[in-house]
């Protein structure tokens, strides 16, 4: 028995000691990685990577060769590391998701994202197990942390295409969150009848400037229409996007997994257009 203790713990030690140098290994090695682009901008609905698509650039064999290994390990471990949620720049904005129930005879109700503080002044947000949702959230609207209606003229075809393009992308993401908001009212309120079309905006706050006081004003801007009463139409996406410009709703038909910036403009270095930072802030290291 003492033997047999003994061995068991040897083995432990030695796989713990295994562990340990593999970590020092792969933490710097995977890091170093990220500075060759080498996956693709989207694995799924709501799934991006902050790089350039890995057929497009001249990749060494030998980094995607380590690349498959580490990435796999950081996502099967949960350390996929995301570094430029703090450099080189930062969003100017936040968006919080809102579902708004419509009906014909009475008023409507917007159910607010529970990540979205009653004052953003003055809040605080204590951890806990709710990243994957708003993750979720997130990546609903992801790309207006620049949209401004006041500013977007010079870019209204890019703009107009990356709405229709997200949404078309992530259909079934959006219903199945727009869904999900309607069956948790309808449990708390199972008198109610069912809307006639439940829709997603994102509300848009602006980040003050350094120094700046401001009382920051909230834009409610409309992203995606879904008809819960309606069977739809195979030929169509279950849901509409809406067009900013028109002010109106758009009905894709169904066509290959849209990439999230395929239509956007190439953009340079220095180019400032709320929209082109967007697709230049997801490229690069």
Same mark, same amino acid.
């Given at each position: 028995?003492?033997?047999?203790?003994?061995?068991?713990?040897?083995?432990?030690?030695?796989?713990?000691?295994?562990?340990?140098?593999?970590?020092?290994?792969?933490?710097?090695?995977?890091?170093?990685?990220?500075?060759?682009?080498?996956?693709?901008?989207?694995?799924?609905?709501?799934?991006?990577?902050?790089?350039?698509?890995?057929?497009?650039?001249?990749?060494?064999?030998?980094?995607?060769?380590?690349?498959?290994?580490?990435?796999?390990?950081?996502?099967?471990?949960?350390?996929?590391?995301?570094?430029?949620?703090?450099?080189?720049?930062?969003?100017?904005?936040?968006?919080?998701?809102?579902?708004?129930?419509?009906?014909?005879?009475?008023?409507?109700?917007?159910?607010?994202?529970?990540?979205?503080?009653?004052?953003?002044?003055?809040?605080?947000?204590?951890?806990?197990?709710?990243?994957?949702?708003?993750?979720?959230?997130?990546?609903?609207? =992801?790309?207006?942390?620049?949209?401004?209606?006041? !500013? &977007?003229? +010079?870019? *209204?075809?890019?703009? /107009? $295409?990356?709405?229709?393009?997200?949404?078309?992308?992530?259909?079934?993401?959006?219903?199945?969150? =727009?869904?999900?908001?309607?069956?948790?009212?309808? !449990? &708390?309120? +199972?008198? *109610?009848?069912?809307? /006639? $079309?439940?829709?997603?905006?994102?509300?848009?706050?602006?980040?003050?400037?350094?120094?700046?006081?401001?009382?920051?004003?909230?834009?409610?801007?409309?992203? &995606?229409?879904?008809?819960?009463?309606?069977?739809?139409?195979?030929?169509?996406?279950?849901?509409?996007?809406?067009?900013?410009?028109?002010?109106?709703?758009?009905?894709?038909?169904?066509?290959?997994?849209?990439?999230?910036?395929?239509?956007?403009?190439?953009?340079?270095?220095?180019?400032?257009?709320?929209?082109?930072?967007?697709?230049?802030?997801?490229?690069?290291?």
């Amino acid at each position: 028995m003492t033997t047999l203790a003994s061995s068991g713990k040897t083995l432990a030690a030695r796989l713990l000691g295994a562990f340990v140098v593999w970590q020092l290994i792969f933490i710097p090695t995977a890091n170093l990685l990220d500075f060759f682009p080498h996956r693709v901008l989207s694995t799924d609905e709501v799934t991006d990577f902050r790089e350039q698509p890995a057929d497009s650039l001249p990749t060494s064999p030998v980094v995607n060769a380590l690349a498959g290994v580490t990435d796999r390990w950081a996502q099967a471990t949960g350390q996929y590391q995301m570094w430029w949620l703090f450099a080189p720049s930062f969003p100017p904005q936040a968006t919080f998701a809102t579902t708004e129930l419509r009906w014909d005879d009475r008023p409507s109700v917007k159910l607010h994202s529970r990540f979205e503080p009653a004052n953003p002044q003055h809040y605080c947000r204590l951890p806990g197990s709710n990243d994957r949702l708003f993750q979720y959230e997130v990546h609903l609207g =992801l790309g207006l942390v620049y949209w401004d209606a006041a !500013a &977007a003229g +010079p870019e *209204e075809a890019a703009w /107009r $295409e990356h709405f229709r393009t997200l949404v078309a992308r992530q259909s079934k993401s959006m219903r199945a969150y =727009l869904r999900w908001r309607l069956a948790e009212y309808q !449990a &708390a309120h +199972p008198s *109610e009848p069912l809307p /006639r $079309e439940v829709i997603l905006s994102m509300r848009i706050y602006r980040t003050p400037g350094a120094g700046e006081v401001s009382p920051l004003a909230v834009v409610e801007q409309p992203v &995606a229409r879904w008809f819960p009463s309606s069977a739809g139409s195979a030929d169509l996406l279950p849901i509409e996007a809406y067009d900013p410009f028109a002010k109106t709703w758009v009905r894709e038909s169904f066509s290959p997994q849209h990439d999230l910036v395929s239509h956007a403009p190439v953009v340079g270095e220095k180019d400032s257009r709320p929209l082109s930072r967007y697709i230049a802030d997801r490229s690069g290291p």
